[in-house]
């Protein structure tokens, strides 16, 4: 089991002025890794439409299960767990913000932000292994025996324009400028899997009422993201060979980088209310220009030509109408 205690407190000196304070705890039954954690935040509405905001927090988190449940064979020939006691990741958090209100509808945000990340699972001898490296790829890896000795960063800032929904329109976009940095046991400062840099996002919607009775709507809506390219590493084709899989050059970790991503959604829809349910009929055209985006590499070897490269990108989804019908009662 994980317990999670909290207590909350908030204190608003001043009509302008709200502080969060709080306190949150983590105990994993399974091994008895604890954690105690501060947390703070104030906004400060300075002016009628305008804040500053600043937060703190520490965090930690628990390893996915099946590093704790992962078996190796050790020196007597028995299996053991190797990684049952390895201990939580844990960050502080650092958050700046300000917000000003456009209107009524619309707001424009900027934040920034700093995470200081350590006790990050690593190998026990040199490598650039990390476990902050986990999730970019569908195949779990089991390292073998694991400690708390890695450390990380994660820093940037955050431009959002919004406006709500009003007058039947909507949108909402967003920039973000980042850094992704981790070190392994070998003491290595790298690019995490996910540093692409930087990525924006753009999603906008459009209601058009027909008829004089507005219970018939044509909706009009989209969304594009562009972002850089994520990292990976060069193959060890020989180790890759042995094992079927592609297996990276551990002292090249993440010094290559895939194309950056585009990806443009539409959906187009007819929206009819009735006095007892809903109707609704749409198309979503995901990636509607049919973008190839780089998913991950593998590793399959073309036997008619033995001497091409075995390690080949595979793609993400390409263009995919759904089409879908929905009744609300």
């Not at 958050?95 to 190998?123: A, C, F, H, N």
């Not at 990806?263 to 006095?275: A, E, M, P």
């Amino acid at each position: 089991f994980l317990i999670q205690p909290f207590a909350q407190v908030k204190y608003k000196p001043t009509e302008q002025l709200v502080i969060n304070g709080g306190l949150h705890g983590q105990y994993l039954t399974l091994n008895g890794s604890y954690a105690v954690e501060p947390r703070l935040g104030a906004r400060w509405n300075f002016k009628p439409t305008q804040c500053l905001s600043f937060g703190y927090g520490m965090h930690s988190q628990m390893q996915p299960d099946y590093i704790y449940y992962h078996q190796i064979l050790n020196s007597n020939g028995q299996y053991e767990l190797a990684d049952k006691n390895v201990g939580f990741t844990r960050a502080q958090h650092f958050v700046l913000g300000y917000e000003k209100r456009i209107k009524q509808s619309s707001r424009i945000i900027i934040e920034t932000y700093y995470q200081m990340l350590y006790d990050v699972p690593v190998d026990t001898f040199k490598s650039s292994y990390s476990q902050l490296n986990q999730g970019t790829t569908f195949d779990p890896t089991y390292p073998g025996k694991l400690v708390n000795k890695g450390t990380g960063a994660n820093y940037g800032i955050e431009f959002t324009l919004e406006k709500y929904f009003a007058k039947q329109f909507f949108f909402l976009f967003t920039a973000s400028l980042y850094e992704s940095k981790y070190k392994g046991s070998d003491g290595v400062l790298r690019n995490t899997d996910y540093n692409g840099n930087y990525i924006t996002n753009l999603l906008a919607g459009k209601e058009f009422k027909i008829g004089s009775t507005g219970r018939k709507t044509f909706i009009l809506s989209g969304k594009v993201t562009y972002s850089g390219g994520k990292r990976y590493s060069p193959a060890d084709i020989n180790q890759s060979a042995a094992i079927g899989s592609v297996v990276a050059v551990d002292s090249l970790r993440n010094t290559l980088r895939y194309p950056n991503y585009f990806r443009c959604d539409l959906k187009i829809g007819y929206h009819v209310s009735t006095k007892y349910f809903t109707n609704e009929i749409a198309v979503d055209l995901v990636n509607i220009f049919n973008t190839k985006n780089v998913l991950a590499m593998t590793y399959a070897p073309d036997p008619n030509n033995p001497t091409a490269s075995p390690i080949k990108p595979e793609y993400q989804l390409g263009f995919l109408p759904l089409f879908y019908y929905r009744v609300d009662f």
